[in-house]
């Protein structure tokens, strides 16, 4: 769509009266920036899908008005293509932002890296629109000049922005085949709350994995550590005639008569 529109918006310009040019320019600016203050509601209300094919609208009727430029015609769609403007590119940052954050779910990747590899390819086929809208509408210029002559302008021209014109249209309909992404908490009503109890599902799940491998981790610790103690315990229990020492017999024998002369004649020899 841009393609088009860029490379009939640059024809017109060069075109139009020098002060409707003007006039144009300036209005369409100024109400894209007023636009942008109220179009994050709008789009998060219609979905960034929505919110573009609707601002995309006026960019394919301005193209077709370049057939018969005035102040009547022209200005009022540059006004809406000003209005247009602020709901594609909100809606554009939106639906790429939240493209990107899905793939980096599926990937297992970084969100910031995700979101600019997203924008990268995108600016870089915007940007590569431009190069393409002027070879292409250069060519037909060139061909209609070879065919009708150089003195046929005004039909050449109407031929390009009909041309332009339906390219547009079928960038339009190119949008309107994107899947319907929304951005986390913009879904409505039913959807909103399938989102809410999915994620909230997937938390709990998370949060269970969580719990069960801090178990493991500690579980395995612990014994590690009843490992060692005992293993202590045995290597202390060897005394001097080779037999068991008290710690390795049940507390219930360890104070036995017997046990405490043991513990007791040990510990002389140990002296001694």
Known sequence: MFMAYN??????????DKDLARACIGSLYFTFALTCIFAPAIVRYLSPKWAVVLGALPYVALVFTNLKPSW???LPFWILVGLGAGLVWTGQGMFVGASAVLQSRSWGTSDVAETGRYNSIFFGSFQF??????VLASAIQQGLTHHYGAGSADRINDILFIVLGCAAGLGVL??????DIR????APNGAASQQSKQGEADALLNARATEGAAQTIVGGSIQQRRGATAAAGRTASIGSDGGAHPLDQPMS?????ENLRAS?????????
């Open 183 to 186: 951005a986390a908490g913009d």
């Open 253 to 257: 024998d360890a104070f036995s008569p």
């Open 7 to 16: 490379t009939a918006q640059a024809l017109a310009t060069s075109l139009l």
């Open 264 to 272: 007791a004649k040990a510990s002389a020899t140990d002296q001694q």
């Open 129 to 134: 629109n431009g190069f393409t809208g002027t």
């Open 174 to 179: 190119i949008f309107l085949m994107l899947p």
């Open 72 to 74: 009547g015609l022209s």
